[in-house]
């Protein structure tokens, strides 16, 4: 059973430009989070999705960011318009039932490091 | 947004000494999990505890729920360089929602 896989693993784009950040779940795995982390610091929350489904957008910027979860392929992280300050590891991670509840764990995938330049 | 505030933010120690990492928020969570990130992946899950109160232990590491279910601690005994990491604590909602703390960098030196 495959692990979470994100790609792709380094993405460097022009300020301007649009940066689309793929991340396919484990088998069987219907909740999707993700998540944004700058170097020596925690992980902030973006998004959470269940198929189809967004459930939490709260974490999200209101403009230029998107995300979306379909019910066939991978769940995608879209950010149009790239701005320096959108340099940062994006990482998702994907569970069976939400990973709130503590009945599972969340299972990450190795993320995403976007460099705008 | 949850808040969830780790302290220290850095911790350098030498190998055999012991610490403890704390995970403090103003929020109730029906679920605290602690994970561990290793420079260049993603974060791995040590333990979740779910009951206030509730401790368990993995080997030399012990985890702690706050009766009030809005705080946790982990302690590590005997601290080996293979213990180098970033420690995260992460509190999940009613929700489903799982958030994320600030992180604890710890270091251990040989």
């Known amino acids: 059973n495959a692990g979470v896989m994100q790609n792709p693993r380094h993405l460097v784009r022009r300020r301007g430009q649009e940066a689309r950040l793929r991340c396919s779940p484990m088998?069987?795995?219907?909740?999707v989070y993700w998540y944004r982390q700058l170097p020596e610091e925690g992980l902030k929350f973006m998004v959470y999705?269940?198929?189809?489904?967004?459930?939490?957008e709260s974490g999200m910027p209101k403009e230029r960011f998107s995300a979306e979860f379909p019910k066939e392929g991978p769940s995608i992280l879209r950010i149009q318009q790239v701005v320096r300050g959108d340099s940062a590891a994006y990482f998702c991670?994907?569970?069976?039932?939400?990973?709130?509840?503590?009945?599972?764990?969340?299972?990450f995938g190795q993320g995403t490091r976007l460099t705008v330049v | 947004t949850q808040l969830l505030k780790q302290s220290p933010q850095f911790l350098s120690i030498q190998e055999g000494e012991n610490l403890t990492v704390y995970c403090n928020s103003s929020?109730?969570?029906?679920?605290l999990q602690w994970y561990r990130q290793e420079p260049g992946e993603g974060p791995v899950l040590l333990v979740t505890?779910?009951?206030?109160?509730e401790v368990k232990k993995l080997k030399r590491l012990t985890f702690q729920f706050g009766d009030a279910r809005k705080d946790s601690s982990l302690h590590i005994t005997a601290a080996q360089p293979g213990d180098t990491g970033l420690y995260l604590c992460?509190?999940?909602?009613?929700?489903?929602?799982?958030?994320f703390g600030t992180g604890t960098r710890l270091t251990v030196i040989p």
């Open positions: 991670a994907s569970s069976t039932v939400g990973a709130g509840t503590g009945n599972t764990e969340a299972f």
């Open positions: 088998k069987g795995h219907s909740h």
């Open positions: 999705l269940q198929k189809e489904n967004i459930i939490d």
């Open positions: 929020s109730v969570f029906s679920s």
């Open positions: 505890v779910v009951t206030g109160g």
């Open positions: 992460a509190g999940g909602t009613g929700a489903n929602n799982l958030f």
